[in-house]
Every structure is written in structure tokens, then in C-alpha cells.
């Protein structure tokens, strides 16, 4: 369930907070399973995971998963020492916070701590009628297979809505909804912390299925992912032939003066996991076998099957497309040797970045005083950049240049021609 949902496809493959706080919350819930049985254990285990996702989320969201932690410590009819398990849950969760932000926010102790203050004000708000509206557009197909699986599990199991297996993940699934409520603006990065405690609920949903239902489910995902599939491969052939050529300029468009090449690893490990996958379906189709996960396995050995074609046959196009690479060593190459550079809005993702690629040494915020070279981003929706720092001296230009895929993006390289008086 967990490998077949559509809206982490991407997101599992960056290094990003939106995995950690996918890691954070599936943490949580398997402490609560273990607080069944071990309520000293398990609670602290799930407690430090509220102050985990306090220290890289901030505090509503793990308040909003806290909450539903000691919720479903209290509805959980089969847990031994409930009141002990959230005292020791809640103990531990703003201790850890308390300790972390006693030791790292009284003097703003370095731009870490500066960062994440700044970040709590846009963290919590009442969401907007526009958050509504992004909400039913994204969250049907971001969650699918999920959520209609989790409501149909509440539904099939409304009998026993204190066993463990459902009053966990459902109270954690509640206290989520509730906190990202007042967490606008609303998007992906916050959607993720629902994923976790949905595919528990929608693991034990799919057992109930009726006969119907559970043949629906294993036909959609053969259905879909074969037409998926095929439409890789339609793009990849489209691309190196050329035609037919709508397809080929809608792809080219993408990644202008990028020449495929020639190597036919991708080609023939795309066609085996083709292969793989066509004799999945075979076996489904004439075995007919009688397995209550076999519409999960489906879904997930087509996103799995999808997700490597692509990526075999795609892999350098796209790198082509989104790495900044090439342009990272075009910075390094004008930056002499030994001398550091001033970040002028760039953010610090793209710092590591240019940094590893291109060896540029950036100076460290608020350390800029004693550089000469400065480096800043320019987007065309935000009109011309003005040289950087300005007025702390006079700059040149000393270069700019841009991604071929991107632009509406330019970077320019400026130096400090006379400093300020």
C-alpha cells in the first residue's frame, strides 16, 4: 500500500524534510505498537518522534501528532497501562523539545536557530479558501490508493474501532487533520504526514474488500499501469526516432540541445522489468490466485515497474533538465582559487550545490565582510536584480549565464570593484 501511493513517487527519490517527516511519523506509529505491549518503551519512542517533527516541522504539526498519539492510547481497548504510556509519551515529547530549544534558541545560536524562528510564523494559519480548493484538486490523487482503502476500513471495522490496528493509525490519522487545518498554505510537504497512518488503515481495509471490489482494484492497476507504461515507451521511441513528431517536440521541448545517447544498458534493463511485468500479469490473469494482498502487490509492482522504465530510459534527460551541474562548474571556473563567495539569495540547497560542483567556498551568513565576490539568482517574473548589497559599495559584473532549460532563471557573478566608506 505504502509503495503503490502516486504522491510520493517523487518525493521518496529526493533528499528532502518531506522524507524525514514521512520517516518520523511512521516511527511514531510503530511505537505505538510496540506501547501494546511495552507501554514504557513504545511511548517514549513515539514522544521523541513529536519532538523530532517539532524540531523540522515546528510545533503545530507535532502538536497535531502528538494529540493524536495520546487519542489512540486512550481508545485503544488492547493496550496495557494507557495512563502511563501518555504520561511517558508526553513527558518525553516536551522534554526533548524543551532541552533542544533551552540549548539552541536563547542567543539565536547561529543561523539554524535563526531559521527555524523565522520559520514558525508562516508555519500556522487558518486555511484559506484557496487552500480548500488545492485540497480537492491534490489530495484524491495524491493519497490514491489510500483513502478510499482507510474509509472503507473504518466503515468494515466500525465494530471494533478500539482495536489497536484501527484506533492507532485513526486517532494519528485525526490529530494530522486536525493540525494541518490551521497550517496554511497548504501542500505537499504537509499531505505527507497523512500517508503513514493511511496505508495502516487502508492495509487493514483491503482483507474486508468484497469480491467485486477486490477484482476491481486488481484490474485498475493492471489496466493503468500497463497504459503507463506503454506511454514511456511511446516518448522514449518518439524522442529517439523522432516521430511521430508532436511527441517528439513535446519532448525535446524539455531539454533543448540534449543528445540522447547511445548506451543500451537503460534499453535492455527497461525491457527486462517490461518483461518482468508483462509476466506478472500472465501469472495474474491465468493463475488467478487466491491472495488477499494481491491487488496491493499489483499496484505496487506497477508503480515499481513504471518508476524503473522511466527512469532507465529517462534518467539522463532529466538529469539533463533539473541538475545544475554544468552551471555550478561555470560559477567554479570564475571564481579564482582561495577566494570566497557571498550568497546573494541563494538559498542553501543551491549553496550545497554549487559548493560540491563547482568548489566554490561561500562565505558564512553574516561572515561576508572580507569577500570580493558575490553571486546572485535573477528570475525573470521578479524583474532586474540590482547589484548585491548594494549600497555597501560599488560592484561589476563579472559574468552571467544561465541553464539551457531554464530562461526565465540567470545567475550573475559580481565583484566588489570599491567598497563602501
Same mark, same amino acid.
Given at each position: 500500500?505504502?509503495?503503490?501511493?502516486?504522491?510520493?513517487?517523487?518525493t521518496?527519490?529526493?533528499t528532502?524534510g518531506?522524507?524525514v517527516s514521512?520517516?518520523?511519523?511512521?516511527?511514531?506509529?510503530y511505537g505505538?505498537?510496540?506501547?501494546?505491549?511495552?507501554?514504557?518503551?513504545?511511548?517514549?519512542?513515539?514522544?521523541?518522534?513529536?519532538?523530532?517533527l517539532?524540531?523540522?516541522?515546528?510545533p503545530?504539526?507535532?502538536a497535531?501528532?502528538?494529540a493524536?498519539?495520546?487519542?489512540?492510547?486512550a481508545?485503544?481497548?488492547?493496550?496495557?497501562?494507557?495512563?502511563?504510556?501518555?504520561?511517558?509519551?508526553t513527558?518525553?515529547a516536551?522534554?526533548?523539545?524543551?532541552?533542544?530549544?533551552?540549548?539552541?534558541?536563547?542567543?539565536?545560536?547561529?543561523p539554524?536557530?535563526?531559521?527555524w524562528?523565522?520559520?514558525?510564523?508562516?508555519?500556522?494559519?487558518?486555511?484559506?479558501?484557496?487552500?480548500?480548493?488545492w485540497?480537492?484538486?491534490n489530495?484524491?490523487? #495524491?493519497?490514491?490508493?489510500?483513502?478510499?482503502?482507510a474509509?472503507?476500513?473504518?466503515?468494515?471495522w466500525r465494530?471494533?474501532?478500539g482495536?489497536?490496528?484501527?484506533?492507532?493509525?485513526a486517532?494519528?490519522?485525526?490529530?494530522?487533520?486536525?493540525?494541518?487545518g490551521?497550517a496554511?498554505?497548504?501542500?505537499?510537504?504537509?499531505l505527507?504526514?497523512?500517508?503513514?497512518?493511511?496505508?495502516?488503515?487502508a492495509a487493514?481495509?483491503?482483507?474486508t474488500?468484497r469480491r467485486?471490489?477486490?477484482?476491481? =482494484?486488481?484490474? =485498475?492497476a493492471?489496466a493503468?499501469?500497463t497504459?503507463f507504461?506503454? =506511454?514511456?515507451?511511446a516518448?522514449?521511441?518518439?524522442?529517439?526516432?523522432?516521430?511521430?513528431r508532436?511527441?517528439a517536440?513535446?519532448?525535446?521541448?524539455?531539454?533543448?540541445g540534449?543528445r540522447?545517447g547511445?548506451?543500451?544498458?537503460p534499453?535492455?534493463?527497461?525491457?527486462?522489468?517490461?518483461?518482468l511485468?508483462?509476466?506478472?500479469?500472465?501469472w495474474?490473469?491465468?493463475?488467478?490466485?487466491?491472495?488477499?494482498?494481491?491487488?496491493?502487490?499489483?499496484?505496487a509492482?506497477?508503480?515499481?515497474?513504471?518508476?524503473l522504465?522511466?527512469?532507465?530510459? =529517462?534518467?539522463?534527460?532529466a538529469? #539533463?533538465?533539473?541538475s545544475?551541474?554544468?552551471l555550478?562548474?561555470?560559477?567554479?571556473?570564475?571564481?579564482?582559487a582561495?577566494?570566497?563567495v557571498?550568497a546573494?539569495?541563494?538559498?542553501?540547497?543551491m549553496r550545497?550545490v554549487?559548493?560540491? #560542483?563547482?568548489?566554490?567556498?561561500?562565505?558564512?551568513d553574516?561572515?561576508?565582510s572580507?569577500c570580493?565576490?558575490?553571486?546572485?539568482?535573477?528570475?525573470?517574473?521578479?524583474?532586474?536584480?540590482?547589484?548585491?548589497l548594494?549600497p555597501?559599495?560599488? *560592484?561589476d559584473?563579472?559574468?552571467?549565464?544561465?541553464?539551457?532549460t531554464r530562461?526565465?532563471?540567470?545567475?550573475?557573478? *559580481?565583484?566588489?570593484?570599491?567598497p563602501?566608506?
Amino acid at each position: 500500500m505504502f509503495v503503490s501511493t502516486l504522491g510520493i513517487l517523487v518525493t521518496l527519490h529526493v533528499t528532502s524534510g518531506d522524507t524525514v517527516s514521512i520517516a518520523i511519523v511512521a516511527v511514531a506509529l510503530y511505537g505505538l505498537s510496540v506501547a501494546s505491549e511495552r507501554p514504557v518503551v513504545g511511548a517514549a519512542l513515539t514522544g521523541l518522534c513529536a519532538a523530532a517533527l517539532a524540531l523540522s516541522r515546528g510545533p503545530l504539526l507535532a502538536a497535531g501528532l502528538l494529540a493524536g498519539c495520546i487519542l489512540g492510547l486512550a481508545l485503544c481497548t488492547s493496550c496495557r497501562r494507557r495512563w502511563l504510556a501518555m504520561s511517558v509519551c508526553t513527558a518525553c515529547a516536551l522534554g526533548l523539545a524543551a532541552a533542544v530549544a533551552l540549548w539552541k534558541l536563547p542567543d539565536g545560536s547561529g543561523p539554524l536557530g535563526l531559521r527555524w524562528l523565522h520559520t514558525l510564523g508562516s508555519t500556522a494559519a487558518p486555511l484559506t479558501r484557496g487552500d480548500g480548493i488545492w485540497l480537492l484538486r491534490n489530495a484524491s490523487w #495524491y493519497v490514491w490508493p489510500l483513502w478510499p482503502l482507510a474509509a472503507w476500513s473504518l466503515y468494515a471495522w466500525r465494530r471494533h474501532l478500539g482495536a489497536a490496528h484501527i484506533a492507532l493509525p485513526a486517532s494519528v490519522l485525526a490529530g494530522l487533520a486536525l493540525a494541518l487545518g490551521a497550517a496554511a498554505p497548504l501542500d505537499e510537504s504537509k499531505l505527507v504526514l497523512t500517508i503513514a497512518p493511511l496505508a495502516v488503515l487502508a492495509a487493514f481495509g483491503f482483507p474486508t474488500l468484497r469480491r467485486t471490489l477486490e477484482q476491481w =482494484f486488481d484490474w =485498475f492497476a493492471i489496466a493503468a499501469y500497463t497504459l503507463f507504461i506503454a =506511454f514511456v515507451w511511446a516518448y522514449f521511441l518518439a524522442l529517439i526516432t523522432g516521430s511521430p513528431r508532436a511527441m517528439a517536440a513535446s519532448v525535446l521541448r524539455l531539454i533543448p540541445g540534449h543528445r540522447p545517447g547511445n548506451s543500451m544498458l537503460p534499453l535492455v534493463l527497461a525491457l527486462a522489468v517490461t518483461g518482468l511485468w508483462v509476466a506478472l500479469i500472465v501469472w495474474r490473469v491465468r493463475r488467478r490466485p487466491a491472495l488477499l494482498w494481491r491487488g496491493a502487490f499489483l499496484s505496487a509492482a506497477g508503480m515499481t515497474a513504471l518508476w524503473l522504465v522511466a527512469v532507465t530510459l =529517462f534518467l539522463p534527460a532529466a538529469d #539533463y533538465n533539473r541538475s545544475y551541474r554544468v552551471l555550478a562548474r561555470q560559477i567554479g571556473q570564475k571564481v579564482p582559487a582561495g577566494e570566497c563567495v557571498v550568497a546573494a539569495g541563494v538559498s542553501p540547497s543551491m549553496r550545497a550545490v554549487i559548493a560540491f #560542483y563547482g568548489n566554490v567556498h561561500f562565505a558564512p551568513d553574516g561572515g561576508s565582510s572580507a569577500c570580493r565576490l558575490a553571486l546572485q539568482p535573477q528570475y525573470r517574473r521578479s524583474g532586474a536584480a540590482p547589484p548585491p548589497l548594494d549600497p555597501a559599495g560599488s *560592484w561589476d559584473l563579472v559574468w552571467e549565464g544561465q541553464r539551457p532549460t531554464r530562461a526565465d532563471e540567470s545567475w550573475r557573478l *559580481w565583484r566588489l570593484a570599491q567598497p563602501a566608506p
